[in-house]
Nanobody
Framework: QVQLVESGGGLVQPGGSLRLSCVMT????????MAWYRQAPGNQRDLVAA???????DYSDSVKGRFTISRDNHENTVDLQMNTLKPSDTAVYYC??????????WGSGTLVTVSS
């Protein structure tokens, strides 16, 4: 059974940086598209960034140029480097793994708060 564990959330001032990390166990990491989603209070869960097994990436317009997603197929990890953070980036961030068959797996989430 695939399990995802996130780390790296916390409180940061506007303009600051954070790096989120997610480790996957129990599955073939290289066969999954990995992604980060976020959900702010009262909002739906939205895609932030995704990376394919081959390393192709996609970003939401709101984070392009500020966030970078990367994966390590040997360590079974996917990271999200977040720079120039804004209060509007405040949310619970979830790690997601999607299998070749379209099955989704989720981590429990990590809270990112951007506030002065």
């Amino acid at each position: 059974q695939v399990q995802l564990v996130e780390s790296g959330g916390g409180l940061v001032q506007p303009g600051g940086s954070l790096r989120l990390s997610c480790v996957m166990t129990g599955g073939f990491f290289s066969y999954h598209i990995m992604a980060w989603y976020r959900q702010a209070p009262g909002n739906q869960r939205d895609l932030v960034a995704a990376v394919t097994p081959g390393g192709s990436t996609d970003y939401s317009d709101s984070v392009k140029g500020r966030f970078t997603i990367s994966r390590d197929n040997h360590e079974n990890t996917v990271d999200l480097q977040m720079n120039t953070l804004k209060p509007s980036d405040t949310a619970v961030y979830y790690c997601n793994a999607r299998s070749l068959h379209g099955m989704d797996f989720w981590g429990s989430g990590t809270l990112v708060t951007v506030s002065s």
